[in-house]
Each structure stands twice: as C-alpha cells, then as structure tokens.
C-alpha cells in the first residue's frame, strides 16, 4: 500500500510541479544512480558519463527518472545497462535491460497510469503501473520525449532524449540574430 501511494504522489509531482530550470548534470545523476546499485542484487553498468551532460530541469524529478527506469530494468529483467550520448543540442539517456521486453502493441498503454504489461503481477512484483507514467510527465515537462524499443539480443531499451542546458536559449537568440541582420 506504501509504494502505491509513493507512486500516486509522485505522479501527482510530476503532473503538476513545473522543471524548475536549474542546470542538472546527467552523467552525476547517473553516476549516482549507479553507485546506489553495487553490491545489490542485479547488475548496473554504466557508460558514456566522462563528461558533464547539462540539461535544465529539476534534479529530483530528473533523478526520479533514473530511479524508475533503472528500478524496472532491475525488476523485469536482472541488469540495467545505463548509457549516456551527447547528440549535439540534445542528451540521450538511454536504459537497457535483458528481460521479455516490452511488446510493440504495449508500448503506448504502458505510459498510461496504472496499466501494467501482465495484469497477473502482484503489487511485490511489479510495482503500481505509474512508473513509466511518471517518467513521461516528467521528462515531457523537460521539454523531452521517451522512446520504448526493443534492446539488440533481447529485452527493453528506453530512450530519454532531452534538450541540453541553453539549447533553447541559443537557438532562439540564433533566431534573432538572423532577423536582425535581414
């Protein structure tokens, strides 16, 4: 009963409490994420945090997000693969697992509160079904999007793609400076 009420106010954060604009380094959350992981059961990796990874946004909400998609990857399939990609004006924090993955005709319901990909799950095994729900307000309040594919050799991957830090800003006074000069 706990987790469900932890995950119904979280959601509930999530919906309504705007990112709050600081500057958030992703490769320290996800360092983060994946130091609260050794030694526990389940194996975490993570790759591509040698450099700062800047996005604007709220920590906490950001850093909920890693702990939902690392927490599903853990529970569904026994490893969570973290990878961090600078694609240039947008970061990309992408969490692999090696579990049944999630099925194509699933992968929009799975967004939807309370849905869960097997119904027969109970609450010790598979969580409230807002998990994901709360990941998407959350990084959709960012100003990003999650992808759901299926991982090469099995499983899940989850894509979140976010803007960098000032990626707004200076397209938008690149914007300008065009007008200007016209």
């Known amino acids: 009963m706990q987790a469900l009420v932890d995950d119904a106010l979280a959601f509930a954060r999530a919906t ?11 490769s320290a ?15 975490v990796t993570l790759a591509g945090d040698d450099a700062p990874l800047l996005v604007d946004g709220a920590r906490g909400a950001l ?26 004006e947008r970061v990309e924090l992408r969490v692999e697992d090696r579990g ?6 699933e992968r929009a319901s799975v967004f939807e509160p309370f849905y869960r990909v ?30 759901i594919a299926d991982r090469p050799g099995g499983g899940a991957r989850l894509r979140v793609l976010l803007p960098k830090a000032g990626g707004a800003d200076q397209a938008d006074r ?9």
């Open 29 to 43: 959350l996800a360092r983060a994420e994946y130091e609260a992981h050794l030694g526990a059961a389940g194996a």
């Open 100 to 105: 049944p993955g999630i099925p194509a005709a």
């Open 118 to 147: 097997e119904p027969s799950r109970n609450r010790d095994s598979g969580g409230a079904g807002l998990g994901l729900t709360i990941v998407r307000q959350i990084v959709e309040g960012h100003g990003g999007e999650v992808v």
């Open 16 to 26: 309504f409490a705007p990112a709050s604009g600081e500057r958030v380094d992703l």
């Open 63 to 88: 850093a909920r997000v890693l702990a939902n998609l690392v927490g599903n990857a853990l529970a569904y399939g026994q490893r969570a693969d973290i990878t961090l990609i600078d694609l240039g």
């Open 174 to 182: 690149a914007r300008s400076d065009q007008i200007d000069s016209i």
